[in-house]
């Protein structure tokens, strides 16, 4: 199976989240054609996701919180995603970074 670049699936991301009016932009470019893509995610009332991409057993692609909230839903404080963040892009300088600014907290990858 032929996997789409991370760069055109990036950018194809941007434009819908978009056209559904997501406040979404790219903080940093990583590797066009199999960089890791991490996603910040601004609920825009003090709650804050950071997502990363990964496989799950199947060979899926699914969304997994980097930083995990008090009740383990995923949401945090500004303060610990970007601590995490700015640790993942120390790790892997080949991520996307993608931040999006929501109040109802979508990721814009779930809409297509």
Known sequence: MTRLRTDMLVS???????????????????NAEAGAILLHIDALDGRHQLLARSLDFDGNYC???VVGGEDGDGWADREAVETRLAREMDIDPDAFVLA?????????????
């Open 12 to 30: 194809a991301v941007l434009r819908q989240a978009s056209a559904e009016l997501i406040d979404c932009v790219m903080l940093r470019r990583g």
């Open 100 to 112: 999006v600014q929501d109040s109802k907290g979508r990721n814009p990858f779930d809409l297509i």
């Open 63 to 65: 969304w997994r919180p």
